[in-house]
């Protein structure tokens, strides 16, 4: 049977697609989140409802004041702790109404969370979420610290990264720890779908792996990284510049692991050196200083440590 990832269709139909998150919500402008949740929401399909999850952070305080909600689809605001397993009961007592008879329609099922609420704090439920089998989707978009009240460091903050809980100084040079590479932790989770990415000139690579997330059986979780202007410090203008250097630089690694194999989507002709993604971030103008000299080549070291690894997994 033909996948829904495997139609073809016309790319500009599809951005054209009515926007199932409204605008007049209170993001900033130029936030990557927002970005991240409009490419998901577009891959369901016409007819398809879904039910939202979202765990407390930016995108739930600013699409989200009750009683107005953002969101064309049932929403559920979450705590941090409970997002896994908030949408988990919501997709079983589907399954048993659905059963039933008492439901039609069809629903899918769509968490979104930070990095803090997923990587952190609501790893948990996530984890128990996934191992149980539910069919529904984790997104977490990767803004790379707890943006929302102000910046403080997350597990997915990058190594040397300038927050306010690892602000570099004289004394301090950023975060001292590298990054939780969460996507690989949860496909050991041996869930049949996990992809990782961002948004590249036409946002294809999101779209069609939040297709393959959304209508796969079974448990899935996309990790997108989503740029925060904010917190990175660059203005609003230069996402798209910003994630294409991540990718370029292969700080942030596309791909995807199909029922355990892990398959690489982008390799880049030129792999780029890793200052080409620091330098045009506030959050690391300090590495560009004389005394923290040593720093990016260690910060470059740690990239192609990873970009190896991931490459020998891919082949
Ligand atoms: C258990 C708990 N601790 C702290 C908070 C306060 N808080 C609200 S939003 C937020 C930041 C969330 O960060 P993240 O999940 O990365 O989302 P972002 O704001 O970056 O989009 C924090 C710490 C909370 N709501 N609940
Ligand atoms: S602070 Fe950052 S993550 Fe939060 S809404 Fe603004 S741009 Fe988005
Ligand atoms: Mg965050």
């Given at each position: 049977?033909?996948?829904?990832?495997?139609?073809?269709?016309?790319?500009?139909?599809?951005?054209?697609?009515?926007?199932?998150?409204?605008?007049?919500?209170?993001?900033?402008?130029?936030?990557?989140?927002?970005?991240?949740?409009?490419?998901?929401?577009?891959?369901?399909?016409?007819?398809?409802?879904?039910?939202?999850?979202?765990?407390?952070?930016?995108?739930?305080?600013?699409?989200?004041?009750?009683?107005?909600?953002?969101?064309?689809?049932?929403?559920?605001?979450?705590?941090?702790?409970?997002?896994?397993?908030?949408?988990?009961?919501?997709?079983?007592?589907?399954?048993?109404?659905?059963?039933?008879?008492?439901?039609?329609?069809?629903?899918?099922?769509?968490?979104?969370?930070?990095?803090?609420?997923?990587?952190?704090?609501?790893?948990?439920?996530?984890?128990?979420?996934?191992?149980?089998?539910?069919?529904?989707?984790?997104?977490?978009?990767?803004?790379?610290?707890?943006?929302?009240?102000?910046?403080?460091?997350s597990s997915a903050t990058p190594q040397y990264a300038d927050t306010t809980t690892t602000p570099a100084g004289k004394i301090s040079t950023g975060k001292v720890q590298v990054r939780k590479d969460l996507a690989a932790i949860i496909a050991e989770h041996h869930v049949p779908?996990?992809?990782?990415?961002?948004?590249?000139?036409?946002?294809?690579?999101?779209?069609?792996?939040?297709?393959?997330?959304?209508?796969?059986?079974?448990?899935?979780?996309?990790?997108?990284?989503?740029?925060?202007?904010?917190?990175?410090?660059?203005?609003?203008?230069?996402?798209?510049?910003?994630?294409?250097?991540?990718?370029?630089?292969?700080?942030?690694?596309?791909?995807?692991?199909?029922?355990?194999?892990?398959?690489?989507?982008?390799?880049?002709?030129?792999?780029?050196?890793?200052?080409?993604?620091?330098?045009?971030?506030?959050?690391?103008?300090?590495?560009?200083?004389?005394?923290?000299?040593?720093?990016?080549?260690?910060?470059?070291?740690e990239v192609d440590k990873r970009w190896e690894e991931l490459r020998n997994k891919c082949e």
């Amino acid at each position: 049977m033909e996948q829904v990832w495997e139609k073809a269709y016309n790319f500009k139909e599809v951005m054209n697609k009515p926007e199932r998150l409204a605008g007049g919500h209170r993001m900033c402008a130029g936030c990557g989140g927002t970005v991240t949740v409009r490419t998901v929401l577009r891959a369901l399909e016409e007819g398809d409802r879904a039910v939202i999850g979202n765990a407390t952070g930016c995108l739930e305080v600013s699409s989200f004041m009750y009683p107005y909600t953002a969101y064309e689809d049932s929403y559920i605001h979450n705590a941090f702790e409970n997002a896994g397993a908030t949408l988990s009961g919501v997709e079983t007592a589907y399954r048993v109404l659905k059963k039933k008879g008492k439901i039609k329609e069809n629903f899918k099922f769509i968490t979104f969370g930070g990095d803090g609420g997923t990587y952190d704090i609501g790893f948990q439920s996530l984890s128990g979420a996934m191992e149980r089998g539910h069919d529904m989707v984790y997104v977490c978009y990767d803004n790379g610290a707890y943006m929302n009240t102000g910046t403080q460091r997350s597990s997915a903050t990058p190594q040397y990264a300038d927050t306010t809980t690892t602000p570099a100084g004289k004394i301090s040079t950023g975060k001292v720890q590298v990054r939780k590479d969460l996507a690989a932790i949860i496909a050991e989770h041996h869930v049949p779908y996990v992809g990782q990415s961002t948004f590249t000139a036409n946002f294809k690579d999101l779209y069609t792996k939040a297709q393959k997330a959304i209508y796969t059986p079974g448990p899935a979780f996309l990790n997108v990284l989503s740029p925060c202007p904010r917190g990175w410090g660059y203005e609003p203008s230069d996402m798209m510049n910003i994630c294409r250097l991540a990718v370029d630089t292969c700080y942030w690694t596309m791909f995807e692991v199909i029922d355990g194999k892990w398959v690489l989507n982008y390799e880049p002709k030129n792999k780029l050196p890793i200052e080409d993604f620091l330098r045009p971030q506030r959050r690391f103008k300090h590495l560009f200083k004389k005394e923290n000299e040593e720093l990016i080549p260690l910060f470059q070291a740690e990239v192609d440590k990873r970009w190896e690894e991931l490459r020998n997994k891919c082949e």
